[in-house]
């Protein structure tokens, strides 16, 4: 791992008496795809939200480039659990959604999502809405508007947790075909655990609530990843970890 | 393109769509009619709806100039209580403590009875046409007010917190996230009020006017004549049926999305 770009150092956080997130540190580097394996509940997503500024943490340094994270200038591009796309702005409007809120001119950003759009297998949706496109195709334009935005830093949460098996498998051969030829440094948050053994070159499996790191995993697999027994190797150890470790059921 | 289809197809999904409503409305004409025909109820009393078409016509010069103040008095108080509405929903909205202060106020304004309060404001400000505006605005205020308020609440928290992320400031995030969201709402309100507003336009002008369907439909009354009554309120119904297919029409104008079927999924 080169120089960390993103470092959370005993984040901790709770919502009145329920401990969310017990004493969680972590570290991602440059060109890194690094995620955050844990059950439904652990808070993931209010990881993200800490990140992106919706909440602010109890204890604990968030660091970027080893300066703490402004409030006002977030090098994140976030891409919500579920797509978040508006139903009322048609699929290239959706996408460039963070140019517009940066001030960027319609056109301009326009002129810039659009050569894109084949890349993400969107090409002659442009003018479409949302309700119009498929499951997958809502999510790589939800993954088209996030990185668009050519933040330092991508954040996932579950981007494909609402897709049907088959769908899902073939985005996260996409994502990872996309994700090599562009590197871009990205954390992801799941409860899938191939999809993380798939995805990442490091997983922080976090433990059920209070969340909190009990494993780092690395994963020393070449590129392009497919589902075989190497894989399969690194997530039956995974599943019994989190299994085996005391949990209170929620 | 999935949403422009010939104009004759237009049209026989339209004719579809209304023939339902032809049949039970035309069935209830028949109805009256027979009984008004054949119970032997005098005119005078229960006049049929063939004499009541037959004198709206006779009368039609006169109706029409006394539509005209209606639908001034209905559009203009609405376009008013649209606007407060709108104005008093974005500071809510930006202001929250404000709910709690004026909320009640505004429940307390729809408890006030129309019977008492339009010949207050009639007595107060005259019989031209700014009480009738103040009325049709009383009484449509609140529920598009609702409407709107509900509306930005329906924002997805997830689109929200993107939006956020996206370091958009509160103001921005209300115009790209929460106005848009509330535009179903807002036009599920404007179809309730329409409805209101005609009929309070027609009451406050019965409280006290120099022409307008509410004094045409007293005049009418004092004079005996029930069928002219009656010629009042179908064109008063058929008024309002127009504004609501006025809002009908505004709401596929603006929101093109809502009428996408999911049968163009790839
Ligand atoms: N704003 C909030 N107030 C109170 N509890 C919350 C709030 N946000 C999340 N929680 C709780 O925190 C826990 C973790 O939530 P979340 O981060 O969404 O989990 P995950 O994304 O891992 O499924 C859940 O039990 C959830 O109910
Ligand atoms: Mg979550």
Known sequence: MSAARLELRGIAKAFGDLQVLGELSIAVGKGEFVSILGPSGSGKSTIFKLLTGALLPDAGAMLFDGAPLQPDHRPFAFMPQRDALMDWRRIIDNTTLGLEVQGIGRMAARRRVAPLFAEFGLAGFEQHYPAQLSGGMRQRAALLRTVVQDKDMLLLDEPFGALDALTRADMQRWLETMWSRHGWTSLLVTHDVREAVLLSDRIYVLSARPGRIIAEVAVPLSRPRRTGAAVAAIEAGILDLLLSTPTQRT | ?266
């Open chain 2, 1 to 266: 393109m999935p949403f422009i289809r010939p104009v004759a197809a237009r049209a026989a999904t339209a004719f579809s769509r209304l023939w339902p409503a032809v049949l039970s409305v035309g069935g209830l004409f028949l109805l009256w009619e027979a009984y008004a025909q054949f119970s032997g109820i005098p005119p005078t009393t229960l006049p049929a709806p063939s004499r009541v078409l037959a004198q709206g016509a006779l009368h039609s010069q006169a109706l029409w100039d006394n539509t005209l103040p209606t639908i001034t008095a209905t559009v203009l108080g609405f376009a008013c209580s649209v606007s407060a509405a709108f104005v008093f929903s974005v500071l809510i909205d930006f202001f929250r403590p404000l709910r709690r202060a004026l909320l009640p106020v505004f429940v307390i304004s729809q408890t006030l009875p129309m019977i008492a309060i339009a010949p207050l404001v009639v007595l107060w400000f005259g019989f031209g046409l700014t009480p009738k505006i103040m009325l049709v605005a009383l009484v449509t205020f609140f529920p598009m007010l609702i409407a709107l308020l509900q509306g930005y609440a329906s924002t997805a928290d997830e689109i929200e917190q993107l939006v956020a992320s996206m370091g958009a400031p509160r103001w921005r995030i209300f115009l790209i996230a929460r106005l848009p969201s509330a535009l179903p709402f807002f036009f599920a309100g404007l179809r309730i009020s329409i409805t209101y507003a005609v009929v309070g336009a027609i009451f406050a002008e019965y409280a006290g006017a120099a022409k307008g369907l509410g004094i045409y439909i007293l005049n009418a009354k004092n004079n005996f004549r029930p069928d002219l009554v009656l010629a009042a309120v179908m064109v008063s119904a058929t008024l309002t049926l127009l504004l609501f297919g006025v809002t009908v029409l505004l709401q596929r104008l603006s929101m093109p999305w809502l009428r996408l079927s999911g049968s163009h999924k790839p």
